[in-house]
């Protein structure tokens, strides 16, 4: 039996998140609180990334933004 790694990773933090706003579908972007929080997940997420198949998103500018 082949193994099967899923891993789940949220968008870094908003202003809308430290106000306790609810986002939905607006398209808010990340603080650079969020942004440094997602370099981090980035780099423990390096090391584990070898043989992905299949990455799936949100199209929202807070999940999709490349350094």
Not at 9 to 29: A, K, P, S, V
Not at 56 to 61: F, K, T, V, W
Request: negative net charge; glycine residues 10%.
């Amino acid at each position: 039996m082949i193994g099967l790694n899923i891993y789940l990773l949220r968008h870094g933090e908003t202003d809308w998140n430290l106000e306790g706003r609810l986002q939905g579908h607006e398209n808010i972007g990340m603080n650079q609180n969020g942004i440094n929080q997602i370099e981090k997940a980035a780099e423990v997420l390096a090391g584990c990334m070898q043989n992905v198949d299949v990455i799936i998103s949100s199209p929202l500018s807070r999940s999709t933004k490349e350094r």
